[in-house]
């Protein structure tokens, strides 16, 4: 073995790990920005409404993405019209198993229409 060879076999090993990891964080990037892309779809007229109603009323408690936690209330994506309207009163429908146990949540005096167009928003 020549002691002035300088042996490379174990940096282009780590050469080629790290090409792996920039096209990991390449591909992380591409994804993000593809599923932010898909985040902003427009919403229907009905759903634009509820998204309106719900960033003005909502989102002091519940997250801005009604799928996540928020600072105070749960998650509440895909939520039925059945679930908001007894919200809306401070209530569950029969047989509902809350969330969370707290009553914390303020009430609301929305018409119909506005609550279907909440139960729109929080489909998408
Ligand atoms: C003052 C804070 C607050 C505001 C404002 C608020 N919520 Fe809530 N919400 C809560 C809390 C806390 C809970 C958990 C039960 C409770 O404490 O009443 C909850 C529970 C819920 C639930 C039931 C979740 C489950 O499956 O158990 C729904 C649906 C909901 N909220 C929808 C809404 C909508 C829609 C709005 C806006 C129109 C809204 N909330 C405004 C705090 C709030």
Avoid: W
């Avoid at 719900?54 to 936690?69: E, G, R, V």
């Amino acid at each position: 073995m020549n002691p002035f060879q300088i042996d490379r076999s174990g940096s282009e090993k780590g050469g080629n790990h790290r090409l792996s990891f920039f096209s990991f964080l390449l591909l992380a990037f591409l994804l993000s920005v593809f599923s932010f892309c898909k985040e902003s779809k427009p919403l229907s007229p009905e759903a634009e409404a509820g998204r309106g109603l719900y960033m003005a009323n909502c989102i002091a408690c519940h997250n801005a993405n009604p799928k996540l936690d928020g600072a105070v209330g749960p998650s509440v994506g895909n939520s039925s019209y059945e679930l908001l309207e007894a919200r809306m009163r401070g209530e569950y429908p029969p047989g509902y198993v809350p969330k969370r146990q707290s009553t914390a949540m303020t009430r609301f005096n929305f018409a119909e229409a506005q609550i279907r167009s909440l139960e729109e928003f929080l489909k998408q």
